[in-house]
């Protein structure tokens, strides 16, 4: 046996006795204390022990490089950094081999570049030496990493696995010392393990595995069989004389290749082997017995212990007495024994912290004592040790655990981290309050600001009570967006601590933290803070108090109003607690009257409101600031009326503030005469050279302007004169419009006469038209009266023309018979000589016209024979002469049947290939272990050359290069082979006599060649028919009983199924299931899980999860016990539900598509109906049934629903991974209900917890 073989032995020794490598080890070093980590936990774990385990290797390879060139090197975090420059490595490849490395070919000895500059490219020179010193050793090559590895730091992991295997390969030839195991003895911080975990995170890096070095070395070195026979003789001999010092010197033996040898156990290792010695002769003696040999020689390891079984038992006993020692050093309660043996290699126990050693001895003291309570007085064994040792890192490392936190979060504060001080706050072993996963940056900015505040580090119960309040305060975020009754909640909660919260003014504070949430959105913290939740409150109940006052004074105003008193009114508008803007002393009576007319015009009992009253002062404003501007206006354009000056009129009604509209520069003159008419007409009947204006604006209100010193007033005094001979703005505005009207009339008619004409013309015209369409109405309203009279006088004078058109006729019959006989004959000559004449001058369009017609006809028909169900008889006998045979057809389809027998060759091609291919792989392997020889490989190399060569020959031959003989025997085949496919029952004994392992071959290899791969109808008829004929021969001869066929496997039916799912069903399986599958793994809110412990756990796992503490909840329970919980009820059920709609999509999808079932599948079915039916006449029709539903579904379809990835059903995406647990469990479900539902079985036979619900 090899050394690999006895490491292997070794491995599942360690497996039966509680270790298994590193594999057990990482699934020991988990949270004993909580039985049910999620899926995120073990992994984050299994990172973090790889990343010590790592570290373990750096400390190892440190101190042997150490021993090695006898310096101190720098820490074992900074190391792999040292080794890049490789003055380290060259330095120990001078060690082992200073003729190959000498010191002074070393660049950069004294690190003098390196420190300066860093690396430079000539340093590599340093890595290659190193690595031609491995190679000069005799090292294999099998462990050096690239050069590229060590200078660019691509994988510094591969260097440190290369001197592992240095350091072992070196100890066997006796030049350096064996490495240190430091797993698990070796102390490490928790930032330092944190740090090289995150540093094998960001490249990605396979770790090797250290554990298999023995064994790639044994398998890579060239082994002295010879030595190592006569090392195993001797360790064997004095294991006969009972000599334990000689046992022990002959195991000590390195031509024995035995590893992990101690010599504390020296007896131990002495008893042990002779044990296994006896009870292997034993069992040899045994065989004898039972056995007789002839002429084979007895082989003298059926006696003696082979190297594999020595190694097995030193590891056996290696792990059986440190455990003894563990358990005397308990027994006598001896920390130093204990520490000697919780650290030896051969146990290999995780996570040992000696600082935690009495707290250990008490533990496993306390536990020993139980379990001998109990009556067991065994050994603890390594699991035990290890889960207690964990039990006891728990409970001693909490309050380090906070320590560590707070410095991370510190750390996390200072360096901006975001990430990290996440990370930190959701550490469950700090055991903060729950933290929010879309609130972290609220957590983050609201920390930084108060250790600012505080200006020092923060303290774990400020960083806990921070949590409780932020979480709060994320809460409140959340609830914003919900209703009023959530949000008040979240405010009146105790941990958020916000004063002064008014329940009725829940509505204004959701829409004030909305309106500030949106305003945050393009900041980093989207959620508003407790400062700012404080403010927003703060304001809004300040502005509610402000409404409140305002709406008083509101009140006051509609009071006043209905009072009529101005200034009051004045007063109110005045007050700074309503803020109105724009309020004027002068124009009091305007807002009153603006004011009042508002609130008249509101419905009885309706007070006015503040907007309003704002947009009526608004109002008052602007109608006062227009009456000045009009009064402005009047009086310049009544002066330049006076003045009777036409410039200064045009500027007046051009240039002032407020315009007149529609003015006409060129009409100056007539406006003035207008205008001067209009004044002289007006000073007749009034007063005139007043000082008072009396302007109206357009509301109706009255503004009084003095002409003098441009004073306005809004109510008439006494002292008040009014110039009655001024015109006023509306009366200019008029006479403007009137003038300007006028004049463009004039100028309009004189420059469109013509069309005034026309115009006229066509009104004239319209009017006629009128009167017609007046008098046609008058006539058809009185139709039927006109109709009775016209009738009555048309009888009456067709009774008498016909009367005497009869008379005629009779009298002159057979002229007239003549006459109409010529008149036919003349008009039928004329209209075909009329056709003729036509038809020849258009002839050519006739003809296209035909042509065209043709081709739609031709084309309709084409698309009728292919396209229709049932095309016409007519349309098939247009396209019926296509199938007559022609040489093109000839010349394709021999073209054809070549590229067919290509194929087919190089389908056989390929298989040979395949096969060759694993033969030599076979042969490589018997080379790499020393079986055969080198030649024997180069001899099968140069066969399958020689066939490949040979193949290539025989196809590009063809049947041309073929003798007479050959071609006879090929005629002879040909025979043969047509004989076997139209007689099937040949094939089809042969089948049945074939043995179910070649099945699969035999059916690649000979039937579906011998089918040509069913290319053509034919071939598939052919192929067809056999299936059928081994089915009937199988169910007749083979099959006892129906159920034979359900539950082994006739081969005749795994020839359909496996040909009908890979070739000619694949695509109906595909197009079928693709779409609903797809929809099925898309659709995440489908989880499908009838189990009910499964569901419990996965709920209490989301409850810790949820809530960032291990539930009280007990973890292993009964079905019975899950479903008592009412979650459990309502998820079980809602599964259910999901379960039940899936597979009624799933069950009518197949049903509506039975028609699309290959035709193959649905042949073999109605042919096994028959053969059963025939085979078992008892039988019931609904027993078979069953079983030819099994055929169609289970074998054929339900593996491709349960397993869809496998089928190429639909399409996966390699780098996500494939399909998750929870889809495949889903489509496993769905896929068992309808195999349930297929063989007619009931479900709750195999749900029996479904009936607890």
Partial sequence: MSVEEAEQMEELVEVANGSNGEAIDDLESGDVTDGHMTADEMDQKRKQNMAY??????????????????????????LEENLQNGVLLAKLGHFFAPKVVPLKRIYDKELTRFKQSGLHYRHTDNVVQFFGACENAGLPSIFYPDTSDVYDRKNMPKLIYCIHALSLFLHKLGKAPLIMDLVGTAQFSEEEISAMRAELDKYGIQMPAFGKIGGILANEMPVDEAALHAAVIAINDALDRDDQQGTFHALSNPMALLTKLDDNFVSAYHEALRSAKKMKGADSSTAED???VKTEEKDIYDVILTQAEIQAEISVTNLKQTLKEADNALLERSLSKLKSSLTSSHLKLLNINLDNLES???????????????????????????????????????????NISVDKINKALNSRNRDALFEALYDPKAKYPPVLNFASDLYFEEFAVIREDKGEDLVYAEVHGGVKVLTAVAKVNKAISSSSEELLACLNEEDVHIMAVEAENITVYQQDMTSALQNKQEMTNTLLTHSELQEIIDVANDNVKTEQTRLKLVEEINDVLSNANAEDLFVLLTNEALQFENVFPELAVLYYNCLAKLKNSHPEGQSLRWNEIQSAINLADAQAAHGILVAKAVTAINDAVTEASIDQLCSALTEQELKVKNVNVNCCKHYLEKLDEARKERSNNGKEGAEWLNVELPDGTEMYYNLVNGEHRWEVTDDMIFDSSLLTWDEIQNLINQSTAEEERKVFL????????????????????????????????????????????????QKKAYKTRQKLFQANEGSIIKIQSAVRSFLTRKAYKNRLNFLANQSDSVIKIQAAWRGKKTRSDYQSLMFAEYPPLNVVRKFAHLLDQSDTDY?????????????????????????????MDIKIGLLVKNRITLEEVVTHEGKMSKKEQGLACAVSAGLDSLNKESHERRKAYEHLFYQLQVEPQYLARLILE?????????????????YNYASNPRDEYLLLKLF??????????????????????PLAIKMVVDFHRNARGHSYLRDMLNPLITSLLEDTSVKINTNPTEVYKNWVNQQETDSGVPSQLPYDVTNEEALKHKEIQELMEESIQQLRSWSDKFLSLILSSLDHIPYGMRYISRVMLQSLTQKFPEASEKDILKIVGNLLYYRYINSTIAAPDAYDIIDIDIEKGGLTPDQRRNLGSIAKILQFAASNKGVCWSYEYVILL
């Avoid at 190892?60 to 820490?75: R, V």
């Avoid at 050994?379 to 889960?387: A, Y």
Wanted: proline share 2%; glycine share 2%.
């Fill in 891 to 919: 010349a394709e389809e021999i073209e054809v049947q070549k590229q067919r027998q290509e194929i087919v060759a190089a389908i056989r091609h390929n298989q040979q290939l395949e096969k060759d291919a694993s033969n």
């Fill in 750 to 797: 004189n420059s469109n006469e013509d069309k005034i004409i026309k115009l006229q013309s066509a009104y004239k015209g319209y009017r006629a038209r009128k009167q017609y369409t007046d008098r046609l109405n008058y006539l058809k309203n009185q139709e039927p009266q006109a109709l009775k009279i016209q009738a009555w006088v048309k009888g009456v004078q």
């Fill in 53 to 78: 385990e790592y570290l373990c290797h750096l400390e190892e390879a440190k101190k042997w490089i150490e021993a090695c060139i006898d310096e101190e090197l720098p820490a074992t975090t900074e």
């Fill in 994 to 1010: 074939m043995p179910q392992q070649q099945s699969t071959k035999f059916i690649e290899s000979v039937i579906l060649t011998l």
């Fill in 1028 to 1049: 059928s004929t081994s089915l009937r021969q199988e169910i007749m001869q083979s099959i006892e009983n129906m159920t034979d066929i359900v539950t082994g496997t």
């Fill in 360 to 402: 250990y001895l008490d533990a496993l003291l306390k536990l020993h004592e139980e379990r001998q309570g109990d009556g067991d007085f065994s050994l603890l064994n390594k699991q035990d040790i290890q889960d207690t040792i964990n039990s006891v890192n728990m409970d001693c490392n909490f309050e380090y655990q906070k």
């Fill in 290 to 292: 039972t056995v007789s």
